[in-house]
């Protein structure tokens, strides 16, 4: 999927999905809503049920703390899945750090076994990264700790060991500045998503993966990779990671496609009441104050 018409069919789409989702709200039904990823799901069905389902509509509209609230957080599955809606909120707005901590600590809590531990502290060290990267903390020790800790306990084909490579590509592009070590982890998520049938966590890979492609001027490659990310997403309906989606392709897409993508993102960015908060730069002629709450 490369090219202006491939991308105008994505803008398109987008539009669409937009108009749809502000005029039907959470009436709006996504066919295969995914349990946010890295959390620990004892039962499959659970991706389909209907709490699962009002979960997801909530989380991919950026009401990460009302799709909380519907989780009573009494079981290991539970109490790792509030945690990782309210570390999500952490790192799309700025802004929870305390209720994400205490969250995770219940889940650490409550976490039995080391399938259960390993998705936990997979949760701890995106946190710590979280922190880190957004200049509230530096956390990258703790970071690293802590996802090499889920990696002792994660077996290899655990369905929670590729969003475990995923954040380790993360560490290794954003904060150790590895962009080889990024690649191999990132290519080793993406893989494993494919596996595990996970395609929230393919739309992260294929992004992360087009953006070393880009710095390393492959064009061609990039675009692609971008352009999968936002087909994903528009999909399953993630409109909270459209704009960032949107922003991505347009940096590897000349004038006037990459001016239209970015026209498209700052709507989205405007609907969502200024979240993802570190795209505010990108749109500095229509500033928006943060929605910290993480709710519409």
Same mark, same amino acid.
Request: proline share 7%; charged share 25%; aromatic share 4%.
């Given at each position: 999927?490369?090219?202006?018409?491939?991308?105008?069919?994505?803008?398109?789409?987008?539009?669409?999905?937009?108009?749809?989702?502000?005029?039907?709200?959470? *009436?709006?039904?996504?066919?295969?809503?995914?349990?946010?990823?890295?959390?620990?799901?004892?039962?499959?069905?659970?991706?389909?049920?209907?709490?699962?389902?009002?979960?997801?509509?909530?989380?991919?509209?950026?009401?990460?703390?009302?799709?909380?609230?519907? !989780?009573?957080?009494?079981?290991?599955?539970?109490?790792?899945?509030?945690?990782?809606?309210?570390?999500?909120?952490? !790192?799309?707005?700025? *802004?929870?750090? =305390?209720?994400?901590?205490?969250?995770?600590?219940?889940?650490?809590?409550?976490?039995?076994?080391?399938?259960?531990?390993?998705?936990?502290?997979?949760?701890?060290?995106? !946190?710590?990264?979280?922190?880190?990267? !957004?200049?509230?903390?530096?956390?990258?020790?703790?970071?690293?700790?802590?996802?090499?800790?889920?990696?002792?306990?994660?077996?290899?084909?655990?369905?929670?060991?590729?969003?475990?490579?995923?954040?380790?590509?993360?560490?290794?592009?954003?904060?150790?500045?590895?962009?080889?070590?990024?690649?191999?982890?990132?290519?080793?998520?993406?893989?494993?998503?494919?596996?595990?049938?996970? =395609?929230?966590?393919?739309?992260?890979?294929?992004?992360?993966?087009?953006?070393?492609?880009?710095?390393?001027?492959?064009?061609?490659?990039?675009?692609?990779?971008?352009?999968?990310?936002?087909?994903?997403?528009?999909?399953?309906?993630?409109?909270?990671?459209?704009?960032?989606?949107?922003?991505?392709?347009?940096?590897?897409?000349?004038? =006037?496609?990459?001016?239209?993508?970015?026209?498209?993102?700052?709507?989205?960015?405007?609907?969502?009441?200024?979240? =993802?908060?570190?795209?505010?730069? *990108?749109?500095?002629?229509?500033?928006?104050?943060?929605?910290?709450?993480?709710?519409?």
């Amino acid at each position: 999927m490369s090219g202006s018409d491939s991308v105008s069919k994505s803008t398109r789409s987008t539009a669409q999905s937009t108009a749809e989702s502000t005029a039907k709200s959470t *009436q709006a039904t996504h066919p295969k809503a995914p349990a946010p990823p890295g959390t620990a799901s004892p039962d499959p069905t659970l991706k389909r049920s209907a709490l699962q389902t009002a979960v997801w509509r909530l989380r991919s509209r950026g009401c990460w703390t009302d799709a909380a609230a519907l !989780l009573t957080p009494d079981s290991a599955g539970a109490a790792l899945q509030r945690a990782s809606l309210l570390v999500e909120r952490c !790192l799309f707005t700025e *802004q929870g750090w =305390p209720e994400a901590e205490d969250a995770l600590r219940n889940a650490e809590a409550l976490a039995q076994g080391d399938d259960e531990r390993g998705a936990a502290a997979c949760e701890r060290g995106h !946190l710590a990264y979280a922190s880190t990267v !957004l200049g509230v903390r530096d956390r990258a020790d703790e970071a690293r700790a802590a996802l090499g800790r889920a990696a002792a306990l994660l077996h290899p084909s655990a369905s929670g060991r590729p969003l475990l490579d995923f954040r380790r590509g993360l560490i290794a592009e954003h904060i150790a500045d590895a962009p080889q070590a990024a690649l191999a982890a990132y290519r080793r998520a993406h893989a494993g998503a494919a596996a595990h049938d996970d =395609p929230l966590l393919l739309s992260f890979t294929w992004r992360h993966l087009a953006g070393l492609a880009l710095r390393d001027g492959e064009l061609a490659e990039a675009r692609h990779g971008f352009a999968e990310s936002l087909r994903i997403r528009e999909e399953l309906g993630y409109l909270v990671g459209t704009a960032p989606a949107l922003v991505a392709l347009a940096e590897a897409e000349p004038d =006037p496609t990459a001016s239209r993508l970015r026209a498209e993102a700052a709507r989205l960015f405007r609907l969502l009441g200024g979240v =993802p908060t570190w795209l505010a730069g *990108q749109f500095p002629a229509d500033p928006v104050k943060p929605n910290p709450s993480g709710n519409l």
